[in-house]
């Protein structure tokens, strides 16, 4: 076999591995055909393409890993954490955590099918654990460094509280502790905190505004959830943490909580059972879409003003009672049987949001109003039959 040929058989196994993009193995070749020098030449510039051919892919996935962030949510298989992920997935430039301990507050089953979407992303990882308990929250924070938690994970609902109200202090107030802690001793800058209207107890002035007293709570939960905007106001006093504190006013949506009013009632009529109604039908709710709240917690997780922020994230509309059943009856069409109850102990009569400060530093403004949001979720409990 002459040079020459030897020359083209170089030329072809070069640009064959180079088709393959297999680096060491061209690099072989490339070396083992050096026979003359046209050839040498003809290598070099093929070696040079090589390399570069080589080296982007390389530095693309390098720079893309550098400039993905890290983010945990906690609660992540919940109602609005799920929501959240599907958000953060779609970005396409986060690294997810979500710890969720899958509890049986309502359906473990319901929660897996919330992160059944998520777990074939590649920048998703799941962890199975409890936030009160240390040692695994502390090996999740010695592997992964991140830029920012969102808080969601909790013992939610206020008339549960009364029954349970060790519970819900030892998830709501220490498993906050234990994440502060966490971010303090990890160099966590950013930590989005859930809060709820229920904090704002038995104010007296509509709407509620931050700047209103939150000293009477009227339930364990209501007191749980003041005391985690507290503890968040001292890390980032005392450490630098920025903490967003998020008020949310009962949100609904698709996967809303099947113990929340919304979800209950449409699944109760829908069934032809008649719904607990406490009091007369009077007491009034801000209520507010799953998407709206998403705008909300996403602007936070963003925001860089004052090291500690509280926010209301509300519609601030407000619906009363009999105005929010009939709004279901005429969605699924079908009629609603009342079993009228008294009044709940821990239970407000009114929610309210003055969201104006959310609207200036957030730039949250909430687009869904009751009487479009209602029909979809009723849409969404249709196709799920949850
Ligand atoms: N949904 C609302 O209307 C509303 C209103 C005000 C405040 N909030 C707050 O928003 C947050 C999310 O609420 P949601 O409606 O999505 O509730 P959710 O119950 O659907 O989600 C909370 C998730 O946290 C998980 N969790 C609970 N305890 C845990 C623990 N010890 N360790 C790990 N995971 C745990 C649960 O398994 C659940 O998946 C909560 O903090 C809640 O208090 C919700």
Redesign the pocket.
């Known amino acids: 076999m002459g040079i020459q040929s030897l020359g083209r058989i170089s030329i072809i196994i070069t640009l064959n591995v180079l088709e393959a993009k297999d680096f060491p193995i061209g690099c072989v070749f490339v070396a083992f055909c050096r026979i003359s020098d046209r050839v040498v030449a003809l290598d070099a510039v093929l070696m040079l393409f090589f390399l570069v051919e080589s080296a982007v892919p390389a530095c693309r996935s390098i720079g893309y890993s550098i400039v993905m962030k890290s983010i945990l949510v906690?609660?992540?298989?919940?109602?609005?954490?799920s929501h959240l992920v599907d958000r953060l997935i779609a970005e396409g430039d986060w690294r997810v955590t979500v710890?969720?301990?899958?509890?049986d507050?309502?359906s473990p089953g319901i929660?897996r099918a919330n992160i059944a979407g998520h777990l074939g992303s590649k920048n998703y990882r799941f962890l199975e654990?409890?936030?009160?308990d240390v040692s695994a929250l502390a090996h999740l924070f010695a592997a992964t460094k991140f830029d920012c938690i969102v808080h969601?994970?909790?013992?939610?609902g206020v008339r549960p509280s009364l029954a349970e109200p060790r519970l819900y202090f030892e998830?709501?107030v220490t498993?906050t502790l234990n994440l502060l802690e966490l971010a303090r001793e990890r160099g966590v800058k950013q930590f989005v905190s859930?809060?709820?209207?229920?904090v704002y107890g038995i104010n007296g002035k509509l709407p509620f505004s931050e700047d209103d007293r939150i000293h009477q709570p009227i339930s364990p939960?209501a007191a749980t959830?003041a005391a985690g905007e507290l503890l968040c106001h001292t890390y980032s006093h005392l450490h630098d943490i920025r903490t967003v504190c998020l008020?949310?006013?009962?949100?609904?949506g698709a996967r809303?909580?099947p113990d929340?009013a919304i979800h209950k009632f449409t699944k109760m009529i829908s069934e032809g059972r008649p719904i607990p109604v406490f009091g007369d039908g009077s007491t009034r709710r801000d209520y507010t879409y799953i998407d709206d709240i998403i705008e909300g917690v996403r602007a936070s997780i963003d925001y860089d003003g004052s090291i500690h922020e509280v926010f209301n994230l509300g519609e601030s509309q407000t619906v009363e009672l009999r105005e929010l059943i009939e709004l279901i009856e005429r969605s699924l069409d079908m009629h609603a049987v009342i079993d009228r109850q008294p009044m709940q102990p821990g239970d407000v009569p009114i929610t309210f949001a003055d969201i104006s400060k959310a609207r200036e530093l957030l730039n949250y403004n909430p687009t869904t109003k009751i009487a479009d949001g209602i029909p979809k979720f009723v849409q969404w409990f249709r196709t799920t039959g949850i």
């Not at 710890?99 to 509890?103: F, H, S």
């Not at 859930?194 to 229920?198: F, G, K, L, T, V």
Request: glycine share 12%; net charge positive; proline share 0%.
């Open positions: 906690t609660g992540g298989a919940g109602f609005i954490g710890i969720d301990d899958l509890n507050f309502y929660k654990a409890d936030i009160r969601l994970a909790a013992r939610a998830t709501n498993g859930a809060s709820s209207s229920s939960y959830k008020r949310f006013f009962t949100v609904y809303q909580r929340l």
